[in-house]
């Protein structure tokens, strides 16, 4: 089951065709997978301060319909892929329960503070995993 | 050969790791097609002025190294595919004239005001096609 | 009393000096003064659906302190004063409930779709004004 | 006279209204400095790299009218004051060489890596004040 928190549009998001501008829904994701991390144990602001960084090597989205300023969104997230030295989360954007307007995923690549490649600590690869089973 | 556009980075596009933010690269490839549509002849302020919206309904991206602030980073656009009702663009983002950093597409679905499905006018659609075939 | 409402920093929300960069806050006070109006019966997107927009025509910020990547930060919002034409709101936001990092406020004008000057309805000024007193 | 330099409002500026929203004007003031500092020999990229940071304490815009997608506007910026440990940028945004539709100011703190304050550089305090008699 995904992990889901809801977000209200703000005005600064809507672009002059009236809806939100594409590039909000990263941000939406984000907060997703903020939200999914912290829910799972797995904290992300921790994980910076152990020097386990995550950049994001990959993104996806379709667009198949539009949210509007003020709408309160919920965003589903969940883990898809768990590799050594990576995560895949997938996500859905939709207002409220309604069906997905947004969907999309990021992958993620593990990194230490110089930006070099460098694996998933142990626990967090744990509870990754933990996740994908769910 | 792609139309390309140089943009500097701006602080307010980096983030914590030093780097820029991946949703900004967006930004960047909406500047490269705008930019690459006025050189073509069909800028895109007149399109809406005539009715003709161009929605995003899919992004790609993949991240292969980090830009900076303050870098000047080339855009480099080119249309790669064309229908009656949508234009797809691919995009590749460099420091100057160096390997790309980051490439991507979006595709572009043709809409009227109230956002519903329409064909581009055929002379978008023909200036659109003698670009693919540069 | 000022009114109250929680946001969380993302890490869009950084800049390369590991901090919360400077024009976000614009985007907090936003949020406030949006379920400020929300609170007090005054919906935002019902006065735009009446033909009641409110412009920003100036803003003041000072900014004390950092936020970071994580914080969860109170938004207080009040209206200081209500003119026939316009409200002014101030903010300040604080890291729980802690002191203020940030104060600020903005004066808005109130415009029709067309961007012209025009009254608060008399039903809006009634409810700024009860705001005022309290 | 002040330092002048042009930028191109992207898609993503614009908000429901139809025009720029408010905070990317601080986006647009930050351009005006960094390129008023290089100009006047003090890129900012090289202090930061020399341990100087500056961080914004203060802002003050005053919008008179809109900017719109496209259009192609000018930044005047020029430095008002300089302290020992702060400076002051005040900014004009125009359409091309048009009359001001937001005037603003900003004011810099002068701190360290670890965001403690710390004086100017020498040779930055004489440029600065060199730009302040021009």
Sequence with gaps: MPHEVQVRVRYEETDQMGVVYHSKYLHFFELGRT??????????????????????????????ASARYDDLLTVRSRITAVGKARLRFDYEVA????????????????????????????????????????
Tied chains: 1, 2, 3, 4.
């Design 35 to 64: 939200e999914a991390m912290r829910a799972a144990g797995m904290r992300y602001r921790d994980l910076e301060d152990e020097g386990v960084f995550l950049a994001v090597s990959e993104v996806g989205v379709r667009y198949l």
């Design 95 to 134: 207002i409220e329960d309604g069906a997905p307007l947004v969907t999309g995923h990021t992958m993620l690549a593990c990194v230490d503070e110089n930006n070099r490649p460098r694996r998933l600590p142990p626990r967090v690869l744990e509870l990754a995993r933990s996740q994908l089973e769910v």
